[in-house]
């Protein structure tokens, strides 16, 4: 036992940090049960690395040994449409239950001061529903609950595909379909309450803006390598977003296609589950297995993905900091 320290990362403590990785008890991957153990913690190492390109980065511990790493980005697109500087804490991982919440409290202070100094004003953190002792010291410490997400996996290898009665027509989406998509997004999104939303210091037309500008990042391919549409009598009534993750593809070889932004119109109204079957039937011949989000509340959603037969895999809780 010794001192409490938290300090900036260095290079040096890289080493350190692959036997913390193999503790973590939380890693997102751990119910994929086609990466292994080894695959999964390379999946983290390659994590923390792009968040130290991308941010800034803070380990912590008692002595000499270290016992949690943090880091944070900043989010430009973001800052761009609130009009403050706002950054995302990308990477906190620990030694779980047998990690002193002491250090890992001093971590957070000493992160969130930091962020402070330099500027921040709003910081955002995703982490597993399993992990209520950082959620306890998060709630402590200025951060609120905004949101949960559930994730659902689909192994082709091992799954069998289940089927909806196609009640539309779908296609590939092509570039003169960007109007009429756009369209049907901003209908789609008129009502929707999201993160944003929930967090009562972001103004609720700022966040309507993001999710139309979010839309037009889809289209525009910064956020998707595919979308398949929905028709009803040769008229767009729904949409769907995927990308392959290239996170889990470049650190463990498997490659996992993922659902992104989706919508449809009044119009529409039933067509999601014949556009993401369509979009599954398509993408995973090509692909080692699928992986799907939503809203925990969700449950019209959720019950789309177990007609499919996903399994469920993860829950996350997305909490949100006002930095003042």
């Avoid at 036997?19 to 292994?36: A, G, K, V």
């Avoid at 119009?267 to 993401?276: D, K, Q, R, S, V």
């Avoid at 995973?284 to 699928?290: A, C, S, V, W, Y």
Wanted: glycine fraction near 8%; proline fraction near 4%; charge should be neutral.
């Amino acid at each position: 036992m010794g001192d409490i320290f938290a300090r900036p990362y260095r290079q040096d403590d890289r080493e350190d940090l692959k036997s913390l990785f193999e503790e973590y008890p939380y890693n997102d991957l751990r119910r994929y049960r086609i990466i292994t153990r080894e695959k999964q913690i390379a999946y983290l190492l390659h994590l923390f690395e792009k968040s130290v390109r991308e941010g800034k980065a803070w380990v912590a511990g008692e002595g000499a040994k270290i016992t949690a790493v943090s880091a944070v980005r900043p989010l430009p697109w973001d800052s761009s449409i609130f009009g403050i500087q706002m950054g995302q804490i990308s990477f906190f991982v620990h030694r779980g239950r047998s990690s002193p919440a002491k250090v890992n409290l001093r971590l957070i202070e000493t992160m969130m001061e930091a962020c402070r100094k330099e500027g921040f004003r709003h910081l955002n953190i995703r982490l597993d529903a399993d992990d209520i002792a950082l959620v306890h010291l998060l709630e402590g410490n200025a951060f609120y609950l905004v949101d949960s997400i559930v994730t659902y996996i689909f192994i082709p290898a091992r799954q069998e595909l289940g089927h909806f009665k196609p009640l539309f027509t779908t296609r590939p989406y092509r570039p003169e379909d960007h109007e009429e998509v756009l369209r049907v997004a901003l209908e789609s999104y008129r009502n929707f309450f999201g993160r944003y939303h929930a967090d009562p210091h972001l103004p609720n037309e700022k966040c309507d803006y993001l999710y139309q500008q979010w839309a037009e990042k889809l289209l525009t391919g910064g956020i998707a390598d595919g979308i398949m549409l929905a028709e009803r009598r040769g008229k767009i009534v729904g949409f769907l977003g995927y990308k392959t993750n290239k996170d889990i593809l470049e650190s463990t070889g498997v490659n996992v296609v993922g659902g992104g932004l989706g919508g449809c119109t009044s119009e529409g109204l039933g067509a999601y589950p014949t556009i993401l079957e369509t979009a599954m039937r398509e993408q995973l011949p090509l692909h080692d297995m699928m992986d799907l989000e939503t809203q925990l509340n969700n449950v019209n959603i959720i019950r789309i993905y177990q007609k499919l037969n996903c399994e469920y895999a993860r829950a996350k809780y997305t909490y949100h900091a006002w930095l003042s």
